[in-house]
């Protein structure tokens, strides 16, 4: 079967740096994305891997290994707003999203 | 560019009658576009795939006759939800796709169904 898995939810200080993980088993690979959704809103495009190593972003990067399965969303410089659901996505054989449960990520001050 | 919008952002109807939502592809022509449903503090969980002038490919465990998708065009696909229940309170999201960026799916803005 199809598993993406992501820690469901983390706290992390205005300011500071924080990394969320993301794992995956998918029949196919054609690239990873991360998004970020806050509550009552829609899913915001923030990165896509396809190959390895880390793209940078402004204040958020991304980290693909495709041989371990493995991605995470690197964020820096914490801002409030950066308080939301954060879905880690793979794109299978057949180009549909698979999609894991999200972490919910809580700024504190 | 790469704009999708939603028709109704919120809707709120009664329980046995049906609700359409729209689904368009502003500025780029949309072959394929997909339906989600997202119940409180869950994550997206597709429900059907619809590729422009054809049938719509459902989910396992997705009623075809309830939720009901037409992509008539390239630039609208519509999921009409028949006969609602309480339980299909949600909040639905739909996706559109281009044939040469097969890679990546632009979402509309989400609509918010309750039924009373």
């Known amino acids: 079967g199809q598993n993406i898995d992501q820690p469901t939810e983390m706290t992390a200080t205005e300011g500071a740096i924080v990394q969320i993980n993301c794992t995956y088993q998918t029949s196919g690979f054609n690239g990873l994305f991360w998004y970020q959704q806050h509550a009552g809103e829609a899913p915001t495009f923030l990165s896509y891997?396809?190959l390895d190593g880390l793209e940078e972003k402004g204040r958020f990067s991304s980290f693909l290994s495709r041989s371990k399965g493995y991605s995470y969303l690197l964020l820096k410089e914490l801002q409030m707003k950066d308080s939301a659901s954060y879905l880690c996505a793979v794109l299978d054989s057949n180009y549909q999203l698979i999609w894991g449960a999200g972490t919910k990520l809580i700024i504190k001050p | 560019g790469a704009v999708v919008s939603q028709h109704p952002s919120w809707v709120i109807c009664k329980s046995g009658t049906s609700v359409k939502i729209e689904c368009r592809s502003l500025?780029?022509?949309?072959?394929?576009m997909f339906w989600y449903r997202q119940f409180p503090k869950q994550s997206l969980m597709l429900m059907a795939t619809s590729n422009e002038g054809s049938k719509a490919t459902y989910e396992q465990g997705v009623e075809k006759d309830k939720f009901l998708i037409n992509h008539a065009s390239l630039t609208l696909s519509t999921l009409t939800v028949t006969s609602a229940h309480p339980e299909d309170s949600s909040f639905y999201i739909c996706s559109a796709r281009t044939l040469e960026a097969r890679y990546e799916q632009y979402f509309g803005p989400g609509t918010r169904l309750t039924v009373t």
């Open positions: 891997n396809v």
């Open positions: 500025d780029f022509q949309a072959t394929t």
